[in-house]
């Protein structure tokens, strides 16, 4: 059932009223990430701040979701309170697959509701319930609770907030189905500022599936691909976590703060020992044959007569990297525990992980002291960890709250700049090169995701600016396009330009197959135009010195070469959000 108009429900928190349209544009902007910044050019207000009820937070599958394996995720946007910018996030679980059997491409939530609410809708129903009782309740108690409210399981995608959304942390993301996450870029804080603590998207609707003859078997042949070639084995086997001992083996691992890239006493937390002892059970996004979400355990003792609870949590490399060799914790269970908290608080663990290995630093040389951070924080110490991270999400004093806004809110504060690891915002877990800094530094999500950089430092010999600025653009483009049908970007490989094509016109949709390269531009400076008239300043960006300290596999940081990638990306990315900038393209560019 292809749909050539966007089907959108709109909700006004203010009245509890929704409101479904259709907009054209499916041929233009595709969907998801095109989709999201078409929707905040409608809905959203440049001028205000990210906080004000009039922000649209907003939520978008796109064309092939449903349709073929791996087109599982959903693209959140808002106005970030991390910069008080346009912004992105993905996140998985069942939420694309809900929203697609609710009959929507996309749910746009506005105004601010009078108590703390959770937003109900299906295909054929709308509720705004009031929760005052949920409010300050963590993230575990809220998933139960919504989970006996709204029934449903199997169909039904629960995205909820814990206490650092609430408390209006830029750091807090939205969780979705217990072990996904919008999790950068303080998208829990919207909701938090809309006293939202739930969404419930019920699945309920039916999708027929009326593509062409081709179809079926365009599907068997790529789940056949995803499925029965290596392809994707790394991330169903060990998982993204395999990359801790292969970046660890380069010198490409941010260890302690950043202070070191390589560390043979991060054994106990690689991919390989979290796979032999803390490994429970892998599990999926609604409509992945992967399964690359590997699942492990936290078990505490509650009484002296060895009774234990065990609680189930969610690991990849960038947590691990975060919680486990940025803060030199280097047991795997004590990483699992200290995930744990951040889970409950609903806090993005990237995030927290990182301004907490700064703020050790910082305790370290006596920028700040124990009266800041209440708990002695040691790097390695996971009990004092723990503690911190619950600070952090509940904005436990003065200091906690700042550094809730980001590390360099507090660096700014208390001193320590040099040393904050933020390249656009708390950094990913690669330490690989000057390429993957510029490119997460000045990228639109500062996602590693956002391009390829941290492959290319790893494979580029050269050091030619512009050659490795053109790869960031044409990356960024060939991602745009992929998250805005919605693919997993772990499918990229397989995802070719030519095969996304072939399923577009399987199912229908003949004249966006036919103009991919011009949908992609399009996609590309839509996004730029949001960012930069929220008020982003690329060639404001600074990186702090503690990137220029280290040294990788490849050699000490090259000053001139970062700067330069730095200033010609900022230039490029001015150009590509010019009104006309595709206009001088040649044909065969698009
Ligand atoms: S590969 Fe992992 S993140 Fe991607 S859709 Fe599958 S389970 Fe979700």
């Not at 789940?223 to 970046?247: C, E, Q, R, V, W």
């Amino acid at each position: 059932m292809i749909t050539d108009k966007f089907r959108i429900l709109t909700v006004d928190l203010r009245d509890g009223r929704g409101n479904v349209i259709t907009l054209d544009g499916r041929d233009t902007v595709a969907g998801g990430s095109g989709l999201a910044a078409l929707l905040f050019s409608k809905y959203g207000n440049a001028n205000k701040p990210w906080n004000d009820p009039d922000q649209p937070l907003i939520f978008t599958i796109g064309p092939l979701t449903g349709y073929f394996p791996l087109m599982s995720k959903t693209v959140c946007a808002f106005k970030s309170p991390y910069h008080d910018q346009y912004a992105e996030s993905h996140g998985g679980g069942r939420s694309a697959f809900a929203l697609r059997f609710a009959g929507l491409d996309a749910l746009v939530v506005t105004g601010k509701a009078a108590r703390p609410s959770c937003v109900a809708v299906g295909s054929r129903h709308l509720e705004v319930k009031e929760v005052h009782y949920l409010w300050g309740r963590d993230l575990y108690t809220t998933g139960k609770m919504l989970r006996g409210m709204f029934k449903g399981a199997g169909h039904r995608s629960i995205l909820r907030i814990g206490p650092a959304g609430e408390n209006g942390s830029a750091i807090a993301g939205i969780n979705v189905d217990s072990y996904r996450h919008f999790g950068r870029l303080g998208g829990g804080a919207v909701m938090g500022s809309k006293n939202l603590k739930g969404i419930v998207i019920h699945g309920d609707g039916n999708f027929p599936l009326d593509g062409s003859k081709e179809y079926p078997k365009l599907f068997q042949d790529v789940y056949a691909k995803l499925t029965d070639t290596d392809m994707m084995s790394k991330y169903h086997d060990i998982g993204t976590p395999i990359n801790m001992a292969a970046l660890n083996e380069v010198k490409m691992l941010p260890i302690r703060n950043l202070q070191k890239t390589i560390d043979p006493g991060i054994s106990g937390i690689t991919g390989e020992k979290f796979a032999e002892l803390a490994l429970l059970r892998n599990a999926a996004c609604a409509g992945c044959p992967v399964g690359c979400i590997h699942i492990g355990f936290v078990r505490e003792r509650f009484r002296k007569e060895h009774r234990y609870l065990y609680r189930q949590v969610s690991y990849d490399h960038e947590p691990i990297f975060a919680l486990g060799s940025m803060l030199s914790v280097v047991n795997c269970f004590a990483v699992l525990a200290i995930i744990d908290v951040a889970e409950k608080m609903g806090l993005d663990v990237m995030s927290a992980g990182v301004s907490l290995a700064w703020a050790t630093e910082a305790l370290e040389k006596g920028i700040i002291s124990e009266k800041e951070t209440i708990t002695r924080l040691s790097f390695g110490d996971s009990e004092a960890y723990k503690q911190a991270i619950q600070f952090l999400g509940e904005g436990k004093n003065d200091f906690y709250r700042l550094l809730g806004q980001g590390t360099l809110k507090a660096a700014e504060h208390y001193g320590g700049r040099d040393f904050a690891c933020v390249l656009g915002q708390e950094m990913a877990g690669y330490a690989t090169g000057e390429v993957f800094f510029v490119s997460e530094a000045l990228g639109l999500r500062h996602s590693h995701l956002d391009s390829g950089g941290y492959s290319y430092d790893q494979k580029e010999k050269g050091k030619d600016p512009e050659k490795a600025v053109d790869f960031l653009i044409k990356d960024e483009q060939g991602r745009v396009l992929l998250t805005s049908m919605v693919a997993c970007l772990f499918a990229r490989g397989v995802y070719t330009d030519a095969l996304l094509a072939d399923c577009l016109k399987s199912v229908g949709y003949q004249t966006l197959a036919d103009t991919l390269g011009k949908v992609s531009r399009t996609i590309q400076k839509l996004r730029w135009q949001a960012r930069l008239a929220t008020g982003y300043r690329p060639e404001d960006v600074t990186i702090p010195k503690r990137f220029f300290e280290i040294t990788t596999g490849k050699g000490p940081m090259d000053a001139d070469y970062l700067a330069s990638l730095k200033d010609k990306y900022a230039q490029a990315i001015r150009f590509l959000a010019v009104p006309d900038a595709t206009e001088n393209l040649s044909a065969q560019d698009r």
